[in-house]
T-cell receptor, first 106, second 117 residues
């Protein structure tokens, strides 16, 4: 299985901050890396697929980059509704695997 | 796209259980749909997927043999089934439509399963 390691595991930020979360894969996965957001008690939501493509309805303050083994999710101008846990997920091979999550709080 | 899951369940070890996820807003038989486990306070674990059009099913090795994923195209519903629950099966289970077999793009609201004696 492909292992995904996120950093940091948690971070504290303020409204308007620029936040960066990284995800490292144990094997090269081209650009087959996706990011999901999960708020407490809610279902996850797909934000970015294929490393850098914004999914339907996702605000443009979210962006993704990377290829191979190293990937980044950036939130430019943190809003109150962005406080959540973010998971990276690889779709290069089965079984699908997720990173352990990064919790973004105030 | 909307995925509506069945409600919370409380079961004893050894019991059987089948939870459901009803899909609407898209052509059910043409997209993979699967299940993801989240244990309390933990991350996401992909369990497997099914393609309702031909019932092809793919499981994570971690869950193969312990659960069964099925689908009913007449009701646009997918199911996750256990024949013998363990306490370690206590978790929230999310169904998720997959854009392709390895990319979940729309998620259900989750079904809480508690297995306790």
């Amino acid at each position: 299985d492909i292992q995904l390691t996120q950093s940091p595991s948690s971070l504290s930020a303020s409204l308007g901050d620029r936040v960066t979360i990284t995800c490292r894969a144990s094997l090269p996965i081209n650009n087959l890396l996706n990011w999901h957001q999960q708020k407490p008690g809610k279902a996850p939501r797909l934000l970015i697929h294929a490393a850098s493509l914004l999914y339907t309805g996702v605000p443009s303050r979210f962006s993704g980059s990377g290829s191979g083994t190293d990937f980044t999710l950036t939130i430019s101008g943190l809003q109150s509704e962005d406080f959540a846990t973010y998971f990276c997920q690889q779709s290069a091979s089965s079984p699908v695997t997720f990173g352990q999550g990064t919790k973004v709080d105030i | 796209v909307q995925l509506v899951q069945s409600g919370a369940e409380v079961k004893e070890p050894g019991e059987s259980l089948k939870i459901s996820c009803k899909a609407s807003g898209y052509t059910f038989r043409t997209y993979w749909i699967g299940w993801v486990r989240q244990m309390p306070g933990k991350g996401l674990e992909w369990m497997g997927v099914i393609f309702p059009g031909d019932s092809e099913t793919r499981y994570s090795p971690s869950f193969q043999g312990h659960v069964t994923i099925s689908a009913d195209t007449s009701s646009s519903t997918t199911f996750l089934q256990w024949t013998s629950l363990r306490a370690s099966d206590s978790a929230t289970y999310f169904c998720a439509r997959h854009k392709h077999s390895t990319l979940p793009d729309y998620w259900g609201q989750g079904s809480l399963v508690a297995v306790t004696s």
